[in-house]
Every structure is written in structure tokens, then in C-alpha cells.
């Protein structure tokens, strides 16, 4: 279809212009949308998850030389004079790729790396492209690509963190990041703002208060406490040691001067809290001693004790008070009170 006729340094010598010719019977073939890139030798990459092998003809093989391709869905663009400037992708995967450029900063590349996947919901909508420190060298920028399906994610409000693998004695998750390696999470702003291709990464999921209007079903209620302790996004809420909701969220209050805690109740259990319900930490093991009384040891479930929790109760039925309603805030208890146990309200579930 052509052929290199010379190559040279470009002016500011920071870039070598190589000069093609493209036979007139091939000229219709090209426009400005088209990409060129280097389709010498063979390309191997790839991890734990496999090996990618992509191969040129013999010819390019042995003697080296550049391929060209115009997107399927460009076939009108513009066609270009003698003399037009293309950029020349390193390999076919960079020239073939498709998508919104944008940059993600992170405070350091551990886990990620060239493809690292990003995802949403699971859903592959992106890729890392190449890895580089920031101006200052103390964090590094993620050049990727979103795909045209997920463009509108390049706005502001979206987030990104990292996904890696979790172990503990309750917990076991994202195993399969161990075989196919750490991705990048995306969370597509709530509602549509500017355009934005440059953001801050984080290394955990975000954390946020509900909406006003919950997407969960059930009741959703939130907790006031000194300060956070061991509670985290996913705790289960526990009615007698039954699992009957979880913690989905928590932030500082407006005044800085507490912690408040998001709780969704399951459909079905809330009619378990009452305007006078009470809500204690279950997390771990408590112990107090006394000269005369002894060891005092108080837990929960050995669940709760493993994964950590958050439990209620509610009093018996003429001292429990009306139905909680939906935002309702209670205070948070560092530990369970021995009364509360006792209480024993007879109280219809949800159908």
C-alpha cells in the first residue's frame, strides 16, 4: 500500500517524523481519523490471567514496517493533503483503542499497572494505559481510557478507588483479583455535571451518608456516638443475635462534634424499632473486673465478635414508644446495659 521514504529528528528534537507514501489506488483508504502504528515484530503481554500474543504478516515480521486502520464508524471524515500529520501508536492495541482519555491520581502504583482494568458493577468500561509519576514524585497518574459506552462517566462527582483482596476471620472477598489483579472501581456522579478527565483516586470504596430518598428498601435510620471505634460500612444489625439490617454509611456531623452512623433496616424487621428502641456496639469482646464481683465478660454471637456489629433492643410493649420514623436519630451506647436484655416486647413483623 506504501512505503517509509525517510525519518528525521522534528524540529524541537524531541520527536522523530518519519515520512510515508501511500499509493493513489490506496489514498480513499485514509482520512483524518486514521491510525497508523508499528507493525514490526511479534507483541506479547499479559500476567496471571494469560498471555496476549498478536502477530503482523511474515513480511512485517522479518523486516518491520506500519499498518493503518480507519475506524469502522468514521468512514466520512475528512479527507487529508499531502503533508498531514498523524500520530504513530506504539502497537495495535494503542491504535486501535476507542474512548474518553482520562487521568487518575493516586498516592502510589502498587497493584496497578498498563491494563489495569476499570469497572463498574463488574462491567470492564475502561482501561489503564500507561503509569507515571506526578510533578512532584510523590504520587503517580494513571493515563486510561474510558470506553465510548462510558464516556458520560468523565464528569464531575465520579469516583475512583482501588479493588484488592480481602481476608479476615469473617470476611473473605475479590478473590479473584488474586488470578487477574488489583482493578480500579468507578462511581458515575448521581447527577449529570461538566465534563472533568482529570481525578483523585482513592484505596478504599468511598463512604457517604444516604440520599434523601434511599434506594433501600426498609427503614433507614442513623446513630450519634462520640466517636466511630471499630464500626465500618457492611457491619450487621443484630436483634437478638438475628442479622436484621447493616450499617451503610457514616460521616462527621456537621459540627465535627460527634459521629453519625447510617443504619437500613430489612423490610421485614422494621417494626422491631421503636422511638424507644436502644442501639449498643457488639464489636469484639468486652471484659471488666471487679474485687468482689469477679470477671464480667460480655459478648454477642461469635459473628458479631469476628465481623463486628451493631445491636438494639426494644422495650416491652406499653414503654416502647411508637413506630421509628424513616431518619430517625438514636444514640450510639459504647456497651450493652444487662436491663435491656431483659426486655421481651411482642411485636408483628412486617409481611
Do not use: C
Not at 66 to 93: R, S, W
Not at 144 to 156: I, Q
Not at 277 to 292: A, D, E, P, Q
Not at 309 to 333: Q, R, W, Y
Amino acid at each position: 500500500m506504501g512505503n517509509v521514504q525517510s525519518y528525521e529528528l522534528s524540529e524541537d528534537k524531541q520527536e522523530v517524523e518519519t515520512k510515508i507514501y501511500i499509493h493513489p489506488q490506496y489514498s480513499h483508504l485514509v482520512n483524518e481519523k486514521t491510525r497508523f502504528w508499528n507493525a514490526g515484530g511479534i507483541s506479547v503481554s499479559g500476567g496471571l490471567s494469560g498471555l496476549k500474543i498478536r502477530t503482523e504478516s511474515l513480511a512485517a515480521i522479518l523486516s518491520g514496517g506500519l499498518a493503518f486502520y480507519t475506524p469502522e464508524d468514521e468512514p466520512k471524515a475528512p479527507a487529508v493533503q499531502n503533508g498531514h500529520i498523524f500520530t504513530l501508536y506504539d502497537d495495535y492495541e494503542s491504535a486501535h483503542q476507542t474512548g474518553v482519555p482520562i487521568k487518575i491520581t493516586f498516592d502510589s502504583a502498587e497493584g496497578l499497572g498498563k491494563d489495569t482494568e476499570i469497572k463498574y458493577h463488574g462491567i470492564t468500561v475502561g482501561k489503564v494505559d500507561s503509569v507515571t509519576f506526578g510533578p512532584s514524585l510523590e504520587n503517580v497518574v494513571l493515563s486510561a481510557h474510558l470506553d465510548r459506552n462510558a464516556s458520560a462517566m468523565a464528569s464531575e462527582g465520579t469516583r475512583f478507588w482501588v479493588v484488592k483482596p480481602e481476608f479476615g476471620l469473617a470476611k473473605v472477598s475479590h478473590l479473584g483479583t488474586l488470578i487477574k489483579g488489583e482493578y480500579i472501581a468507578v462511581l458515575p456522579a448521581k447527577k449529570k455535571g461538566k465534563p472533568k478527565y482529570e481525578f483523585m483516586g482513592q484505596r478504599k470504596p468511598p463512604v457517604e451518608k444516604p440520599t434523601e430518598k434511599p434506594t433501600r428498601s426498609g427503614l433507614n435510620i442513623a446513630l450519634t456516638s462520640d466517636h466511630l471505634g471499630s464500626v465500618k460500612v457492611g457491619d450487621k444489625v443484630y436483634y437478638r443475635e438475628i442479622v436484621v439490617g447493616e450499617v451503610t454509611g457514616y460521616e462527621l456531623a456537621d459540627t465535627a462534634e460527634h459521629v453519625r452512623i447510617y443504619l437500613n433496616s430489612q423490610r421485614r424487621y422494621t417494626p422491631l424499632v421503636r422511638e424507644n428502641s436502644v442501639f449498643w456496639n457488639v464489636s469484639g469482646i468486652g471484659m471488666h473486673f471487679g474485687l468482689f464481683s469477679g470477671l464480667d465478660i460480655q459478648t454477642e454471637s461469635l459473628e458479631s465478635i469476628l465481623a463486628g456489629g451493631i445491636a438494639f433492643a426494644t422495650p416491652d410493649n406499653k414503654d416502647m414508644g411508637d413506630l421509628a420514623s424513616e431518619n430517625a436519630v438514636f444514640p450510639f451506647h459504647p456497651k450493652v446495659d444487662e436491663h435491656w436484655l431483659k426486655w421481651k416486647p411482642s411485636i408483628e413483623l412486617a409481611k
